[in-house]
């Protein structure tokens, strides 16, 4: 079992990386230039859950339709329930749908492009257990 656990930390790690980032109440993010460019918000979580679904298909030892499948859906959730907390919980955020679509957008973006990036040997070296 440890060794199950240990194959997938790095999207462990991530998820927790996720959850600091999208948790954190908005008065305490700071002000940068980089919120004037529009819809920043929309490429940070495009990206967050990209980077998810990469570690999470590269610990995958076979996969699967079932097993990308598998790795989607578990992105789909963690992703709605930030949004939920976000929505629900979080003072001075706000989850909404276009977030939402937005982590899809990393999900699916992985999963086309996990298959090239796997040719490159840095790819390997830094998203595979």
Sequence with gaps: ???????????????????????????RIPNTNLQL???????????????LMLFLLASVHTRTKFNILTAMLCGLILGLF????????IPNRS??????????????????????????RLFRIVCTP
């Design 82 to 89: 930030v949004e939920l907390a976000q929505y629900y919980w």
């Design 1 to 27: 079992m440890f060794k199950t656990i240990f194959n997938y930390r790095k999207p462990i790690l991530w998820i927790f990386v996720i959850f600091a980032l999208c948790l954190t109440p908005g008065d």
């Design 95 to 120: 989850g909404n749908w276009q977030d939402m679509l937005a982590n899809f957008s990393g999900i699916l973006l992985a999963i086309f492009l996990f298959k090239p990036l796997l040719k490159h």
């Design 37 to 51: 460019i529009p819809h920043f918000d929309k490429i940070v979580h495009s990206g967050l859950y990209f980077v």
